[in-house]
């Protein structure tokens, strides 16, 4: 260790939410971000800063449960043993299925793997990877021969050029966003290609606002002008490419001209050609995409015409030039390389590639391996709806939300004879539909391997002691194997042994490959328990040189050489594609949907924490100004999206012209156990790209109309279950949001209340302060015991009239009220008390309202801001929306 660094008090490990995979320094009362991590140096975003928080034991699985009752792990082990044993013996291997995720860690994903497809023989193995990479997966295997993200998160630094296509980085990955922001200098241009204006499109020069579902057309259309310029490599393309003429000729016919382009894609020609001409002009060029290239029915063609131009320009593998897949879990790439993906082997190798299977087999000692691809998650789960599959073994996601038409989900999850479900927490939506429920290990407990999205595996480190009874997913894994017949073959006692036979897997398919296959660890194989524990950060393929340092490499392909049979990269032609969900006079809006700054996936972690919720405390649907006029919405009005699906959307309108006319969005976060009817997948189908599997999460259609509501509520009390009785059958809309000291919801219905004789059924007791104005329909109750504040009731005819919770949430902190604060109970706040308004800060809990009275009182920076509020001082991720307000107040005040 160098001299000059100072020892770290804490645990280093990995962050657990999404793929950047930013190294943290933990405890059970902080985290901070470590700065020897390469991913972050030391940067973490609001989420990661606040993970200690939702190190509670509110809401564990603690015990395992058969049929919702507690039952010991020797019982548990033998009814799963049993059901998959039965499925087997009665209906074959394909009967049983798995469903893993991109939380587990890299030695939970091999031994699922091994025990799925290698011993009980089952293909059926996908992963919730495949909802948001799997077309990057593809798209890489076409055109580099393997699954392998050519650059490393430098060059999105080093680039003079920076391209973020379908990613708003500001929300879904910040610190690599930070790293973006603090790379920005003089001639260094960046270009947003989204149909919406988000966060991420404050960093932009140029904002693409294209029309949904047209990136291959803007793509083919560079080609083509990087053909008519001569801005190709020519060169490059005759010694390193296959594929060229062909590709050309396909995207002439797409996209002949910019005037095409612009026309097709609702461009401003001028946009489209200054695109093209920077990028032609730039030879240091990154092309970073996401979700919104991935989560289409033409997501592979959406990359691949991304790599098209970068293969075409020879910017792969180069310093500040490469194409770039941001991936969207923490260990979506671990789970590929040992083969999580259902028609993937393990060790990045495939069904179809000759000897492959044998291979895998005689390295395991197994003659149980399937002969073809399983089924990927979405027909997987219709497998399930049809009764093909008996047993289908869930791990550590939350499908009954995640899937598109989550509704048909449900069903599938209802009527399958066993569902097992490997899970931290007790109560997630899927988790009501299990048979058998297994307590998991979580975050901090977790000890093992991750690999974020530049190919760098990090240890993920338990620096909190297991429950009693709550054991590792691998330890449960191995332990059903063992309960199976194949203890010979799962003999691991430590993640460390895993990851050895992982390792050493990889070296024997590198070597089989003769030296073609990139991914290779096979260096990291004889890692003692002692270094493995110490395993610093490391990029793959990793080599061992004769000194015995272990080297990562950041950059891939940059001699030219790639992991074809002919060692030549392929252009792959992409023809015209559009959505397959079309608008039309029923439902002529298309619906968009994606992640928001402050939650993860569907808040079974990030609810815990209550300042996560204050950023966007509802659901909502964000809407072009014209189209709320026209469908006569109101800013904060709820409202419904209606789609083909049977299950509608709730949310409150946010109106803004970040929204291109005839689009919404809504974000994916909300399930049924904080919302009535706020999950977003209910508006998706089940339709997927052909090639990768992947859904098309990103253009759903819908109609909108505005939620008829006589009142408005907000409800808090000091502690309550996840559900109110009669609540259903009171409301339209619900959506609850815990807060520091007290539970709360919102609540809105059509439906005459007599609030007054009502009162008690929501205060879960008889009010003891009650204020009533039925003419401005207007309601206030309070249930006071002993002094001590249980519960509140507050009601009008507008939820614009209701008070700020900030300062009635400080209440029920209280062992006794305050005279001051039982004299303003009912009015929600006391007159001295500053109404911080709508949450921008979320690490500092400062709102709008005190921003924009400190831009009127001289504070005209985000820096100044920063020195007297603090907002923006920490993880930077409201940053975007600080100048937003700057510029808003400063142009309105001249």
């Excluded at 091999?110 to 495949?130: C, E, M, Q």
């Excluded at 792959?572 to 006079?585: C, E, F, H, K, N």
């Amino acid at each position: 260790m160098d001299s000059k660094v100072k020892p770290v008090a804490g645990t280093q490990t990995t962050c657990p939410y999404c793929g950047v995979g930013c190294g943290v320094t933990a405890t059970p009362s902080e985290v901070t971000g470590d700065e020897r991590h390469p991913a972050n140096q030391g940067r973490l975003c609001v989420k990661g800063s606040a993970l200690h928080e939702t190190l509670v034991p509110s809401g564990r699985l603690l015990k395992p449960r058969i049929a919702g009752e507690d039952r010991s792990w020797p019982e548990a082990l033998a009814a799963v043993s049993s059901a998959i044993r039965d499925a087997v013996a009665q209906y074959g291997p394909g009967s049983v299925a798995f469903y893993l995720s991109g939380q587990l860690l890299t030695e939970d994903y091999f031994v699922a793997n091994k025990l799925a497809k290698g011993f009980i023989g089952t293909p059926h193995v996908d992963t919730n990877s495949r909802l948001c990479m799997s077309a990057a997966v593809a798209a890489h295997k076409r055109a580099f021969g393997e699954d392998c993200v050519p650059g490393c998160y430098e060059d999105l630094e080093l680039a003079d050029l920076l391209v973020l296509a379908g990613s708003n980085a500001a929300w879904a990955h910040p610190v690599l966003y930070q790293r973006m922001q603090a790379s920005q200098r003089a001639g260094r241009r960046v270009v947003v290609i989204d149909p919406r204006r988000t966060a991420t499109a404050e960093l932009a020069d140029l904002h693409l606002k294209l029309k949904p579902g047209t990136d291959t057309v803007l793509f083919n259309g560079l080609l083509v002008w990087l053909t008519q310029h001569e801005a190709t490599d020519r060169s490059y393309i005759a010694e390193h490419c296959s594929g060229f003429a062909e590709t050309l000729v396909c995207a002439q016919e797409v996209a002949p001209s910019v005037t095409s382009v612009a026309a097709q894609c609702d461009l401003d020609e001028d946009d489209v050609e200054r695109f093209y001409r920077w990028y032609a002009d730039t030879p240091r060029t990154v092309t970073a995409f996401s979700q919104g290239i991935n989560q289409a029915v033409t997501g592979t063609d959406k990359c691949n015409a991304i790599i098209n131009c970068h293969l075409a320009t020879g910017r792969v593998g180069q310093p500040g030039a490469s194409p770039f897949s941001l991936t969207g879990q923490p260990n979506a790439m671990g789970g590929r390389e040992v083969g999580g993906l259902a028609n993937t082997l393990a060790a990045h190798m495939e069904y179809d590639t000759a000897g492959a299977r044998e291979r895998l087999a005689g390295f395991w000692g197994t003659d149980r391996l399937p002969e073809a691809p399983g089924l990927k998650a979405v027909d997987l789960f219709d497998a399930v709806h049809r009764g093909d599959i008996k047993v289908l073994w869930i791990m550590g996601t939350n499908p009954a939300v995640s899937l598109p038409d989550s509704a048909r989900v449900c069903e599938a999850l209802a009527g399958c004879p066993t569902v097992i479900v490997s899970d931290c927490m007790a109560n997630t939506d899927t988790i009501a539909f299990a048979d058998i429920l297994l307590p998991a290990a979580g975050w901090g407990e977790k000890d093992g391997t991750v690999s974020n999205s530049e190919r760098c595996i990090s240890r993920q480190r338990s620096f909190l002691p297991l429950p009693t009874e709550v054991w590792p997913d691998w330890r449960i894994l191995t332990s059903v194997a063992c309960e199976l017949g194949y203890a010979k073959a799962f003999r691991f006692q430590s993640p460390a042994e895993i990851f050895r036979e992982h390792a050493a897997l990889s070296a024997l398919a590198c070597r089989a490959s003769n030296g073609r296959q990139v991914f290779d660890i096979g260096a990291l194989g004889q890692l003692t328990e002692a270094r493995y524990n110490q395993l610093e950060p490391i990029q793959w393929p990793v080599t061992l040189d004769e000194a015995g340092v272990v080297t990562g490499m950041p950059r891939l392909f940059s001699d030219g050489r790639f992991a074809t049979d002919d060692g030549r990269a392929r252009l792959v032609p992409i023809p015209a594609g559009l959505p397959r969900q079309i608008v039309t006079s029923r439902y002529p809006l298309v619906v968009n949907t994606g992640r928001i700054r402050d939650q993860w996936h569907t808040m079974t972690r990030t609810a815990l924490v209550s300042r996560l919720l204050t950023h966007r405390q509802e659901p909502f649907v964000e809407i072009h100004p014209d189209d709320a006029h026209r469908l006569g919405v109101c800013e904060g009005a709820l409202c419904q999206l209606t789609g083909p699906g049977p299950e509608p959307f709730i949310g409150r309108v946010r109106i803004t012209s970040d929204q291109r006319p005839g689009e919404v969005f809504i974000p994916i976060h909300w399930s049924g156990r904080f919302a009535s009817q706020s999950v977003a997948t209910n508006l998706i189908a089940a339709v997927t790209d052909p090639i990768s599997g992947q859904p098309e999460s990103k253009h759903g259609v819908a109609s909108l109309r505005r939620l008829a509501c006589r009142w408005q509520a907000r409800l808090m009390r000091r502690s309550a279950s996840d559900e109110l009785p009669g609540l259903t059958g009171l409301c339209d809309y619900w959506c609850r949001q815990p807060l520091a000291h007290s539970d709360s919801w919102w609540l809105a219905g059509s439906q005459t209340m007599d609030w007054e004789s009502e009162a008690s059924i929501w205060l879960a007791g008889e009010p003891q302060l009650v204020m009533a104005d039925s003419a401005q329909g207007r309601f206030r109750a309070a249930r006071v015991i002993d002094g001590r504040l249980e519960a509140v009731l507050l009601v009008d005819s507008d939820v614009g009239l209701l008070p700020d919770l900030a300062w009635l949430d400080e209440c029920f902190a209280a062992d006794r009220l305050s005279p001051d604060q039982r004299q303003y109970l009912l009015a929600g706040r006391s007159v001295d008390t500053e109404e911080i308004g709508a949450l921008v800060c979320s690490c500092f809990q400062v709102g709008d309202r005190q921003i924009i009275n400190a831009i009127r009182g001289g504070q005209k920076t985000v820096e100044a801001l920063g020195k007297i509020l603090k907002c923006g001082t920490n993880c930077g991720s409201c940053v975007p929306e600080l100048r937003e307000l700057l510029q808003d107040e400063l142009l309105e005040t001249g």
